[in-house]
């Protein structure tokens, strides 16, 4: 009974010795890295937020989205706007950003309640279409900046070194990221193991049975619908913070069915797998490169049906089932 007891307990506390490792390695990476692969890990922890963003909405709730991007260039531009009109801190502008995409998100899940499926799939495509387009109109130049769009600027470290280790604008912004990406999935968890991800679950899996218990599908459907776009919101007022530039082309439809990739490959109903989709559609692109400058994208769609088909389930629900498989043989040989 004891040693049950005491497995029982090892197995418990797992989940938060590896957090705490992964919070460790994380906190001492970019001192080890270049600017540029500094750069990089912060992107992947902005796009992270975006995929965690899409997977309550599509993962949890069942609502599919092809038009995230245009909640990812709401954030980017209230950013923006804010810091170069306003003079507004970079750090305050996170916030407000996400409270815009917010409203922004739960205004347009209300009349998109009506659609499901590709119905709703094409109203949010037909999103991310106009809204690149509606950000270089010319009445609304004077504060998008048009086609030109607007250049920020990267902000410096409060300090120039921390414990003896220099600390430069992209490394004290890994950091910024780095807290910013730890809150909002402290956040997302919460969310998700209460009585609100149950909710959405059940509204996913069995709509009719959902509204027959009393839960106001409605309500919950628009309410998804605005925390994922809050959660893109923050990824796209950091992406303007770390890249010090936002413009109508950096928003394309492309980018929405980028982040879909994302969260396919990472793993649907997975926070952790919000991170290796981000890592995915931040450096295989470029592997792919690498790999032929000819042919790029045929390499990368290559790629991605392969995947697809190993690990069905995504890179999450791989390292899961091997997890899984790891553990019952250690306890087998026990």
């Not at 957090?19 to 750069?39: D, Q, R």
């Not at 092809?66 to 306003?86: C, E, P, S």
Request: net charge positive; glycine share 10%; with cysteine.
């Amino acid at each position: 009974m004891t040693s049950i007891q005491t497995s029982d307990t090892s197995r418990a506390q797992l989940p938060w010795l590896r957090i705490t490792v992964v919070m460790a390695v994380a906190c001492v990476l970019p001192f080890f890295l270049s600017n540029y692969h500094v750069f990089q890990a912060s992107m992947v922890l902005s796009t992270a937020i975006a995929l965690v963003g899409l997977n309550i909405l599509t993962g949890y709730s069942g609502q599919i989205s092809l038009g995230h991007g245009a909640f990812l260039a709401i954030g980017a531009y209230t950013t923006a706007i804010l810091m170069d009109k306003f003079d507004v801190p970079y750090w305050a502008t996170i916030p407000v950003a996400g409270l815009v995409c917010l409203v922004a998100g739960f205004l347009f899940g209300l009349p998109a309640l009506k659609l499901e499926g590709h119905y709703l799939a094409l109203a949010t495509f037909a999103l991310a279409v106009a809204l690149p387009q509606l950000l270089k109109f010319r009445y609304l130049e004077p504060w998008t900046g048009g086609v030109q769009g607007i250049v920020i600027m990267k902000p410096e470290p409060p300090l120039s070194s921390f414990l003896g280790l220099t600390l430069n604008s992209d490394r004290w912004l890994y950091f910024v990221a780095l807290l910013v990406a730890a809150l909002m999935y402290l956040i997302a968890w919460n969310l998700l193991r209460g009585r609100i991800g149950r909710a959405l679950i059940a509204i996913r899996d069995q709509p009719t049975a959902a509204a027959l218990m009393g839960i106001d599908t409605s309500l919950y459907k628009s309410l998804a619908f605005g925390v994922s776009a809050l959660f893109t919101g923050v990824a796209g007022s950091l992406s303007a913070i770390l890249v010090a530039f936002v413009a109508p082309d950096s928003f394309t439809v492309f980018l929405s069915i980028t982040l879909m990739v994302g969260m396919v490959v990472g793993g649907l109903t997975s926070l952790a797998g919000a991170l290796y989709g981000a890592a995915f559609v931040q450096f295989v692109p470029n592997l792919a490169d690498q790999i032929s400058k000819a042919a790029p994208w045929a390499i990368f769609g290559a790629l991605l049906i392969v995947l697809m088909i190993v690990l069905p389930g995504g890179i999450a629900g791989g390292l899961n089932l091997l997890w899984s498989k790891v553990s019952n043989r250690t306890g087998a040989l026990q």
